[in-house]
Structures are given as C-alpha cells and as structure tokens.
C-alpha cells in the first residue's frame, strides 16, 4: 500500500535552507557578508553573530600580525646595539693576543672598559622596559613633586647649570625610582644638545602635575617628534653612540610615565631648543588643596 506523504510549507524550508546557508557561508568565509533571512526563527540573528565574529577575529589577527613585527623588530635592534660593542671588545683582545709586544694595556683596558660600560647601560635599560612593561608600577608612594625633582638635581654635576622654576603641592603618587629616572634622561637628553640652557620646571596644572625639561639646542622636528620615542632610535644630530645614549632614554621615559598613567608631549621651547612636558595624575585629595 502506497502511503502519501503530508505536502511540506514551501515557504517554510525556503527560510530553513536560507538559514543554513547563511550560516554556513559566515563560517567558511570569515572575510565575507552572510546573507541574513527573514522570518521569526531562532536563526535570523546568526549572520548578525558571525559577522560580529568575524569582523573582532581579523581585528586580532591584524593586532598579533603588528605586535610580532615590533617584536622582531626590536630583537634585530637589540641583538646589534649588543653586537656592536662585543665586536669591538672581541677585535682588541684579538690584537692584542697577536701582538702582545705592540700593546699599551693601559690603553686595552680603557677601551675593553668603555665597551663592557655600554654593554651595561643596554643591558640594563632592556631590563628596565621590560619591567616597567609588566604592568601596573609597584611601590607607590605619595611625594610633592617639586623636592623630588630638587633632591634629584642637586645630585647631578652636570656641565651647564639647571635653572629651576618648581611650584609646591603637585603632590603625586609615584614609584620615586623610576620618575628619578624619567628626569635623569630627560636632562641628560637636555645636556648632550643645549647649548647654554637648562630648564626645569614644576607646577599644578588642573587635576594633574605638570613637568617641564627644556632647553636652547637644535630642537626636534615635527616629523621626529614622535619616532624619537621608539626604541633604539636616533635623530642625525646624535647618532654618534658615545655621545647619544643606548637609543632607549625616551622609550623608558613614555613607558615609564604611561605606566603612571600619564603622557608626555615634546614641543618647541621658548628659547628653540626641545620642550618636553610631562603630565602626572595628582594624588587623591590634592586636586582641592591651594
């Protein structure tokens, strides 16, 4: 006996097929549009999701894409700053081995000297980012900004005097290390490239502490004004290693400063040279106080 099967909602499958392809095409294809049906199902809202997915998916990958590239960028920055001095190291103590009757020691050590003193320096600011990279600063402690920047001058024995301009009660919370350090390269960064003028500066400014190094130099360029806070970076006027640092003093000085959750902005000071202004949070309570 030949049994008649009930006739289906043509209407109906179409939407159920619809759905199904719809889906199916939003995962196959992460860069393309699912094709939405209408209707009241249950599956109407998935093209809407994968797109959504889809779209936060290529979002990421372009985000891992760049941070491994600045990865291996750095490493390939990083490995020949610490190439370059161990070169140097390696070819004296080769010449002198060969040529030990030719040799001034005195002159081996100094040299041998200067390069492990590089080596150092590379080393130990590598560190520091990576720390100061680790997340929230430990080790807060609440101080007036003003007598850190006076203790930490008054250390110095710089070749050109700093003129100070500090204002009381830009009171802060900071790890004390590492904002002395913030200002060790912002005025040794001011040093190598002043010509007579040093600037110092510390004020309230709304609800934050506003630090200012400046000075009479060259000054840097609008389209410098940027790069020079990546790391290992030189500017054509300080390329020479000796005179210009490990290439990493501003880097740590924004990691640092965005650490503490504020910026840093360099401009053009009153004298020509570079302006760096740096923006701290104020401490709880201070905002109010006169």
């Known amino acids: ?15 159920h097929v619809s759905a199904q392809a719809s889906v199916s095409t939003g995962v196959n294809d992460l860069t393309g549009r699912a094709i939405e049906p209408s209707g009241e199902y249950e599956t109407v809202g998935l093209p809407r999701t994968a797109d959504s997915a889809s779209g936060r998916l290529e979002q990421a990958g372009r985000r891992m ?45 100094c040299h041998a000297l200067g390069d492990v003193h590089r080596l150092q320096a590379i080393v130990t600011d590598l560190l520091l980012l990576t720390q ?53 390269n912002l005025l040794d960064n001011a040093q190598r490239h002043a010509r007579r003028t040093v600037l110092v500066e510390v004020r309230r400014n709304g609800d934050r502490a506003e630090l200012v190094v400046a000075d009479d130099g060259d000054g840097i360029a609008d389209t410098d ?12 006027t300080a390329r020479c290693r000796n005179r210009g640092g490990t290439g990493l003093g501003l880097a740590i000085v924004r990691d640092v400063v965005e ?32």
């Open 259 to 290: 650490a503490h959750r504020g910026t840093i902005e360099v401009g053009e000071s009153a004298v020509g040279g570079a302006r760096f202004v740096l923006f701290l949070p104020l401490a709880d309570g201070s905002s109010s106080a006169r």
């Open 132 to 184: 100061v990279g680790s997340g929230m600063p430990d080790g807060l402690v609440r101080v007036d900004l003003a007598e850190l920047v006076r203790a930490a001058v008054c250390q110095r024995g710089d070749e050109l005097p700093v003129q100070l301009l500090l204002a009381p009660g830009a009171t802060v919370n900071v790890v004390e290390t590492e904002i002395h350090r913030v200002l060790t």
């Open 65 to 109: 894409d760049r941070s491994l590239v600045q990865q291996r960028q750095f490493t390939s920055d990083a490995s020949h700053e610490l190439l370059t001095p161990l070169a140097g190291l390696r070819a004296q103590l080769e010449e002198a081995l060969l040529h030990p009757d030719e040799t001034d020691l005195s002159e081996l050590l």
């Open 1 to 15: 006996m030949q049994r008649t099967l009930p006739a289906t909602d043509g209407k109906r499958d179409g939407r």
């Open 225 to 236: 004004r940027e790069r020079i806070f990546e790391r290992f970076t030189r500017l054509d």
